[in-house]
């Protein structure tokens, strides 16, 4: 077995990507290089420095316990997409990291899942579960005993009050509130701004202050 570093490699090469490659450096961690399945397409060949090696077939070669990786696809309606490459890479027998910015505040009484992405300035209090995959993007904030599944995204600045719980693929957009002990189903869509003050079903949207129904799925 050799005793080289492990490489890391981030999925995808766009926006969320560069925001990573940022945090990653912050706790001192140095991405090897990006793959992006539209490279020639791109117009760029780095991101902040580092290379995009091309598409996720760059992988192939590679074993996968000498390699940890980073879902850089982040999508406000991404959600499907980052499932898929999370659950492909997994099965092919690859780890992803955790990636925590130094600036986050996040609870040791509180669990946190594979491949959990905390970005700078999030809250996370007490009791709070983070599922696998999940984004609680810049500045959101999880206050106590919320409970959240596997690739939801926090989008920046939302904030979900105590006992919410957050199902699979959902997302929270830009700004929006939560109060207390709502329960948002699977796959649905709270758009931004919104103050959600009861329950949501699976795979609805969202929106407005109090939120209502606007339609299914994205918006
Ligand atoms: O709002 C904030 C703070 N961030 C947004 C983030 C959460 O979502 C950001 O502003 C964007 O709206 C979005 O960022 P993201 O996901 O980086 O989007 P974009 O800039 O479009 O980059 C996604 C990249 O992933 C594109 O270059 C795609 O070609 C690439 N991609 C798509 N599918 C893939 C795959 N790359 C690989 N390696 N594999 C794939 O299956």
Redesign the pocket.
């Known amino acids: 077995m050799s005793n080289a570093p492990p490489e890391l490699i981030v999925?995808?090469?766009?926006?969320?990507?560069?925001?990573l490659i940022d945090t990653l450096r912050l706790m001192s961690l140095n991405v090897t290089g990006?793959?992006?399945?539209?490279?020639r397409?791109?117009g760029y060949d780095h991101v902040l420095g580092v290379p995009v090696l091309g598409?996720?077939s760059e992988l192939s070669g590679l074993a996968p316990d000498m390699v940890l990786l980073v879902n850089?696809?982040?999508?406000?309606r991404?959600d499907k997409?980052?499932k898929?490459?999370f659950e492909?890479f997994k099965a092919k027998g690859f780890r992803f990291i955790n990636v925590i910015h130094p600036s986050a505040v996040v609870s040791v009484e509180c669990s946190l899942g594979e491949g959990v992405q905390i970005?700078a300035g999030a809250l996370i209090q007490p009791g709070c579960k983070v599922g696998d995959d999940t984004?609680i993007?810049?500045g959101a904030a999880l206050d106590h005993d919320c409970i959240l599944g596997c690739h939801v995204?926090l989008?920046?600045g939302a904030t979900l009050s105590g006992f919410v719980s957050v199902d699979d693929c959902a997302h929270i957009g830009?700004g929006a509130n939560v109060i207390q002990q709502v329960k948002i189903g699977a796959g649905s869509t709270v758009a931004a701004g919104a103050t959600v003050i009861n329950d949501v079903p699976a795979g609805v949207t969202v929106a407005g202050v109090p939120a209502g129904v606007i339609g299914q799925g994205d918006i």
Do not use: E, Y
Request: hydrophobic share 35%; proline share 3%.
């Open positions: 999925i995808g090469a766009g926006g969320h990507a560069k925001v990006l793959t992006d399945n539209d490279s397409q791109l598409g996720d850089g696809i982040g999508g406000i991404a997409l980052r898929s490459v492909h970005m984004i993007n810049t995204h989008a920046p830009t």
